[in-house]
């Protein structure tokens, strides 16, 4: 931010305006870049989500072309995940994992400025396709074959696109991982460390392990489209159900990775605003590692209506919901730790609640989703749609937005407005309960997904969900302004912030200095 | 930075590094894995591509099974075709013989490969090729049609609670693959 610009007597000299920026090596300018990048595709994917509730708001085809509304969809997943929940959380990662671990800055300085680096040329080619012959990817964030196939002249920068935010990511968890392995002060055990940390090296595990996956599933694609292989295809001798297995071998890792983070911010947030110390501190990491194990073995929970031997669906729904054990347990950690707490309710506050309390409700979806007789009805409707939003926007989202308001007056030394955040934490709330609660409705009365019309039985819970939708873009736009208000100005931060934060990234200046902990701290 | 923490950082990046490359080429094994796993399991309703040698012995007359044909073919390739008869009642054991017409309705040769699926997946194994137009391509020159045999039997074995098989046969258009 602006003002984290404070230089040290030792610092080597680093060039000022746009050039500071892009030959960046510092934790802290590269997290900054990473968050507001993050910002800004959060804004794209949400002016498509925009255009898809605008179509869907009566039935009938109203604005767009049903090709273009697939278009939509398909890349609107895209630019979320990849682009605005993924390096949102690499952004955190690298702020807070240096100040949190007693460290001056990232293990691998370089490789950081080249991750965040390649994100803008992954995003550009993927959002230029837009206006290429035959159109933007359609086929489906998921990129099933032989449909995905037939995509026009975008479907070489859709592979490209994908390798780049894949290269990009592996680069990004590498650093976190070598940082955490071998940069902690002294006294900082593992079994010390916060539980964002725990939660990030988990999560980076997990995206060495899978985004290679990805990548080969996508070259597979590549080279059956363009060098006459066979990989799915099954004149050749390939089968198309493979790329299924692979895409979501990654794929349910992949859900996780968008998640784990989200779990270590509501664990920092909960217990300072508790007043307590966390419930079950080790319980957290040992849950926390089970669910990245667990979710290598449960991937055909997306594919049970493909096809599958008997014993094969019930190992996988008995897998799945496996996993809303550890799941529960830090459910349960949270709930505790509030239990007979001091509890004050901030910004950060509201939001790791609402976090807590709509999380629990795509927990829930997801195990009736994972029942394999009842997931032959559901699946590709709207039903699985409010589970991943449940999930993902009430899920993920909420808890980047908390972790911003969080640490936002460490970052820049200015407090953000109180008032306007618990006004942005209500009106999201509501509103997007009001957007996606009806779409429940909607996928057990058989509504499919990803289609721009419908039936007219659909469409007052169509019409609610729409009207949801608007609410919650535009109270987006508050974030926006709050962010930028709170970068330029406001009420002078104190070091510790909130009375009952604790932890290294805490006993720093409020902005901290540019390199973070020039001498170790000893952790005692 | 220490001498030997410089070390440590360059260790951990080689273990992750490795990681990568090791998940890279996973992918690549899952291919040849995931074959070998569909044939010995017929999982996909994939059959054996080539003829099967089966043990002629009696029928097991107490067991009927229907067989229902399928003929597709894929996009739009411009071939008729479609199976002589769309069912059969067989008793498990019985060798049975039926045909499939195909023609070329197009001006080209054209050279077609015929995938066979067998619904449900788990009986895929127990159905039994002796003779199919599915093992080679078919090479038909403009305007040419064809009655090709097939060959076949139902295992003895065949689970207890199948009685209805689907044979679904789709043609690609193998000069696609080709160019
Ligand atoms: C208790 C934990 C969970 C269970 C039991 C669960 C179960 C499921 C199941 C069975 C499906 C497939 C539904 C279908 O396609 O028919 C599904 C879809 C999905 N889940 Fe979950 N889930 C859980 C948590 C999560 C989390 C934490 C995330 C992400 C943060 C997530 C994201 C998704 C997404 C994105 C899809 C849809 C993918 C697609 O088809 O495009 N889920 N979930
Ligand atoms: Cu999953």
């Known amino acids: 931010m602006s003002t984290a610009t404070t230089h040290d007597a030792h610092n080597e000299e680093h060039p000022s305006g746009l050039m500071r920026w892009v030959t960046t090596t510092n934790h802290k300018d590269i997290g900054t870049l990473y968050l507001l990048f993050a910002l800004m595709m959060f804004i794209v994917g949400g002016a498509m989500a925009m255009i898809i509730r605008a179509e869907l708001f009566e039935p009938g085809l109203q604005f767009v072309e049903p090709q273009f509304f697939n278009s939509m969809t398909t890349m609107h997943a895209l630019v979320m995940i990849f682009g605005a929940v993924m390096p949102a959380f690499v952004g955190l990662a690298n702020w807070l994992i240096p100040m949190m671990i007693g460290a001056p800055d990232m293990a691998l300085p370089r490789m950081n400025n080249w991750s965040f680096w390649i994100l803008p040329f992954a995003f550009a080619i993927l959002l230029s396709t837009l206006f290429m012959e035959g159109g933007a990817p359609a086929g489906g964030w998921t990129m099933y074959p032989p449909l995905v196939l037939q995509t026009g002249n975008a479907f070489p920068f859709l592979i490209f696109s994908v390798h780049l935010m894949g290269i990009s990511s592996i680069m990004g968890a590498i650093n976190v991982i070598v940082t955490i392995v071998n940069m902690r002060a002294p006294g900082m055990t593992m079994m010390k460390m916060p539980l964002f940390v725990w939660t990030w090296l988990i999560t980076a595990y997990l995206l060495i392990a899978t985004m290679p996956v990805l990548a080969g599933a996508v070259t597979m694609l590549l080279t059956d489209r363009f060098f006459d292989t066979s990989f799915f295809n099954a004149a050749g001798g390939g089968d198309p159900v493979m790329f299924q297995h692979i895409f979501w071998f990654f794929g349910h890792p992949e859900v996780y990775i968008l998640i784990l983070p989200a779990f270590g911010i509501v664990s920092q947030i909960v217990p300072t605003f508790a007043r307590k110390p966390l419930f079950g501190y080790s319980s957290m990491v040992y849950a926390t590692a089970s669910i990245a194990f667990l979710s290598f073995i449960v991937w055909a929970h997306h594919m049970f209506t493909v096809g599958m031997p008997l014993t094969g669906e019930l190992f996988f729904m008995y897998a799945t919901m496996l996993i809303a054990v550890p799941t529960g347990v830090k459910v349960f950690n949270w709930v505790s730790t509030m239990w007979r707490g001091a509890m004050t309710f901030e910004t950060p506050m509201l939001f790791a609640l609402g976090f807590v309390v709509m999380f629990t409700i795509g927990g829930f979806s997801g195990l009736m989703l994972a029942m394999a007789p009842v997931d032959f009805q559901y699946h590709d409707t709207y039903f699985v749609v409010a589970h991943f939003h449940y999930v993902l926007v009430t899920g993920a989202v909420f808890a980047i937005m908390g972790a911003s308001y969080y640490w936002m007056p460490k970052w820049t030394g200015h407090m953000y407005d109180e008032r306007l955040g618990k006004l942005h934490f209500w009106l999201s709330t509501i509103s997007v309960n009001v957007l996606f609660f009806p779409q429940h409705f909607l996928g057990l009365a058989g509504m499919p997904r990803r289609i721009p019309d419908y039936s007219v039985q659909f469409a007052g819970f169509n019409e609610i969900s729409s009207i949801g939708g608007f609410a919650f873009g535009l109270t987006q736009l508050l974030y926006v302004y709050i962010v930028f208000k709170t970068i330029k100005g406001g009420a002078k931060a104190t070091d510790q912030v909130w009375e009952g934060a604790h932890g290294l990234e805490w006993t720093l200046p409020s902005p901290p200095p540019y390199h973070s902990f020039s001498t170790a701290p000893e952790v005692k | ?179």
């Open chain 2, 1 to 179: 930075m220490t001498h030997s923490a410089e070390q440590g950082k360059k260790r951990t990046l080689r273990q992750t590094l490795l990681i990568v490359l090791g998940m890279f080429g996973f992918v690549f094994a899952l291919v040849p894995l995931y074959s070998v796993l569909c044939d010995v399991t017929g999982l996909n309703g994939k059959t054996r591509n080539q003829p099967e040698r089966v043990v002629y012995t009696e029928p097991d007359l107490s067991r009927t099974i229907t067989v229902e044909f399928l003929a597709n073919v894929n996009e739009s390739m411009p071939w008729d075709f479609h199976p002589a008869v769309t069912r059969m009642k067989v008793h498990p054991g019985q060798v049975r013989k039926t045909s499939f017409y195909a023609r070329n309705l197009s001006s080209d040769t054209m050279v077609g490969q015929a995938v066979p699926s067998v619904a449900p997946g788990l009986a895929a194994l127990h159905f039994r090729k002796t003779e199919c137009f599915c093992f080679t391509e078919q090479r038909f020159a403009p305007g040419e049609w064809r009655d090709m045999p097939l060959v076949f039997m139902v295992d003895k074995d065949l689970p207890e609670d199948i009685t209805t098989l689907t044979l679904a046969y789709t043609f690609f258009d193998k000069q696609i693959l080709v160019d």
